[in-house]
């Protein structure tokens, strides 16, 4: 409705300003502003916050994150873990090793103790111990029923939590709408933690929580690592739904993983001779810690028509990439001509391709896409560098053949060998 009779902005089409206000519409619907978590003042108790949500949403899970998110927050928190679920097999081990990732205590009584004495006993050890936040973890099932709740009821009466977050699995989807107000109408969330969010998903959860509640989702979680949680921003969530990516998390991740003297090496030796397969493997890494690469290029704008397929093949080229480099030998690695220009390169190609269980075609295909993107890498920086002089070098053009899938490359090729003179020598 907004948008019926509005004047289009002079320089922007009537598509590029629709778009603008179902971003602003979209990022008011989800809340409009990031939402804190709570947090009392000193002399006033502990934070509780009670977790709640189905089975297999990751909710222990995000627990442990939660936990790592407190102690390194700008004023850090002494967090205490609850093991409430009493229920699951190994559930009580499972928050135990989150905990000792994270270097947080937990707080355990069995699984013969009921889980409103575990926490009511949790509360009294927290505050006589100066923990300032307790983050408690409840039982899940596998679908809603009414012991569940009563016993959700139970415990919140018992120690009144400051923060009631239900995590949702970003997957559910629509069916998300339905948890959301079965968990609200009894028991009363104050947040929500969305999680799953690096896998085939836009956020229509984030929506459905959002419209049923009327509470703020107040983190993300984008893979399984403790460190993988990230507050929620609505604006952000609003581009991605729009399939305009996240650049601005992005952004936020790689400045939190990469050292900013090994991120300047890298781009010098980028746009020179002296990249190498080291090189490669230390920016797989970094795209590692950030969570992975089809999360990272979702949240490249125009990244939304790309198929789970294509993402899922994408990976699996890196993870094959990455064997046929540890099958060569530290030389190999720093000296990528050997396999190329030396005698012995066709004989080094066939140990690496046997060395990581691969084939002959798929090692020689991966030694010219490498030094192909080595040849790009060197162009692009050439023509930066040329642009920034002014110079006439900065017309210079990538080679249309550096681009494209193997095979039009290749009948590109045998096309010019047709129409081109006979050559004479390197001249």
Do not use: H, W
């Not at 928190?77 to 905990?99: G, N, S």
């Not at 103790?113 to 926490?119: E, F, M």
């Not at 629509?174 to 109408?185: G, S």
């Not at 125009?302 to 699996?316: D, T, V």
């Amino acid at each position: 409705a907004r948008a019926i009779g509005m004047q289009v902005v002079d320089g922007v089409t009537p598509a590029q300003q629709f778009v603008k206000i179902m971003e602003e519409e979209l990022t008011r619907i989800l809340g409009g502003a990031q939402a804190p978590l709570a947090r009392k003042a000193k002399g006033q108790g502990p934070t509780v916050i009670l977790m709640c949500g189905l089975q297999g949403t990751g909710k222990t899970t995000a627990c442990g994150k939660l936990s790592l998110f407190c102690k390194q927050e700008k004023e850090p928190r002494k967090v205490l873990l609850v093991a409430c679920d009493v229920y699951r097999p190994a559930a009580i081990e499972q928050l135990q090793l989150l905990a000792k990732q994270t270097g947080t205590e937990v707080y355990s009584a069995g699984t013969d103790k009921s889980p409103v004495d575990i926490a009511r006993d949790a509360y009294n050890f927290a505050v006589q111990n100066d923990f300032d936040t307790i983050i408690v973890d409840t039982a899940g099932r596998q679908v809603i029923d009414e012991p569940l709740m009563r016993e959700l009821k139970a415990i919140k009466n018992v120690i009144r939590p400051d923060e009631v977050l239900l995590v949702v699995d970003a997957m559910t989807g629509q069916e998300a709408a339905n948890l959301t107000k079965a968990f609200n109408d009894n028991v009363g969330i104050t947040g929500a933690i969305l999680t799953k969010l690096d896998g085939d998903t836009r956020g229509g959860a984030a929506l459905s929580v959002r419209a049923i509640s009327g509470a703020p989702i107040k983190f993300t979680g984008v893979g399984e690592k403790v460190e993988a949680l990230s507050p929620f921003y609505p604006e952000r969530m609003a581009s991605r739904i729009l399939g305009m990516g996240d650049v601005v998390t992005m952004v936020e991740k790689a400045q939190s993983v990469v050292d900013e003297q090994e991120a300047t090496r890298l781009a010098q030796k980028m746009v020179s001779d002296n990249y190498d397969f080291d090189d490669f493997i230390s920016q797989s890494r970094v795209i590692k810690q950030m969570g992975s690469l089809g999360g990272m290029l979702k949240m490249m704008p125009g990244a939304a028509g790309i198929s789970a397929g294509k993402l899922a093949e994408a990976e699996e080229r890196l993870k094959v990439s990455e064997s046929m480099i540890a099958s060569m030998t530290k030389v190999e690695r720093k000296n990528p001509t050997l396999l190329t220009m030396d005698i012995t390169a066709q004989s080094r190609i066939k140990r690496i391709a046997k060395g990581s269980g691969r084939s002959l075609r798929q090692a020689s295909e991966f030694i010219e896409d490498f030094n192909r993107m080595k040849m790009m890498m060197k162009n692009m920086g050439k023509m930066a560098f040329d642009q920034a002089k002014g110079g006439p070098g900065g017309q210079t053009a990538i080679d249309p053949m550096a681009l494209g899938n193997r095979q039009s490359r290749r009948s590109g090729s045998k096309k010019k060998k047709v129409a081109a003179p006979k050559s004479k020598g390197f001249g």
